[in-house]
């Protein structure tokens, strides 16, 4: 088998061992952040089990850094360039995690807390 193959085959098996909740964007309706040293609440429900990817980004924002401040108690947070996934755990009810965002919107520095709440289903 050519290296090409071998390849080819691992992404697939890579990509049907992980289920998502939705391509690129769990949230149906965020409530925007500023980079005002706001702070926004949002909030989305996930199967039990399921992956999660939501990008960070607006229109005229560059994002230079997002930390996570605050875990959650029982899924798995990772932060993947102006993005999180978030991965639920297998059964539960609700999770909880913050983030800062640091960048600059519309030439102005500075940064918004994201405090999320995933409501598992």
Same mark, same amino acid.
């Given at each position: 088998?050519?290296?090409?193959?071998?390849?080819?085959?691992?992404?697939?098996?890579? &990509?049907?061992?992980?289920?998502?909740?939705?391509?690129? *964007? &769990?949230?149906? !309706? *965020?409530?925007?952040?500023?980079?005002?040293? #706001?702070?926004?609440?949002?909030?989305?429900?996930?199967?039990?089990?399921? #992956? &999660?990817?939501?990008?960070?980004?607006? !229109? $005229?924002?560059?994002? *230079?850094?997002?930390?996570?401040?605050?875990?959650? $108690? $029982?899924?798995?947070?990772?932060?993947?360039?102006?993005?999180?996934?978030?991965?639920?755990?297998? *059964?539960?009810?609700?999770? !909880?995690?913050?983030?800062?965002?640091?960048?600059?919107?519309? !030439?102005?520095?500075?940064?918004?807390?994201?405090?999320?709440?995933?409501?598992?289903?």
């Amino acid at each position: 088998m050519r290296h090409g193959t071998i390849c080819a085959l691992a992404a697939l098996v890579l &990509c049907q061992t992980s289920i998502p909740a939705s391509a690129g *964007n &769990c949230l149906s !309706r *965020n409530e925007g952040f500023e980079l005002i040293s #706001d702070t926004v609440h949002w909030a989305f429900s996930i199967r039990g089990g399921t #992956d &999660c990817l939501q990008g960070l980004r607006g !229109r $005229a924002m560059l994002i *230079n850094e997002v930390k996570i401040v605050e875990p959650p $108690a $029982a899924g798995t947070l990772t932060i993947a360039g102006p993005a999180f996934f978030y991965r639920a755990p297998p *059964n539960g009810s609700s999770d !909880r995690f913050k983030l800062e965002v640091a960048g600059e919107n519309n !030439r102005m520095r500075g940064t918004s807390v994201i405090v999320v709440d995933v409501s598992i289903r």
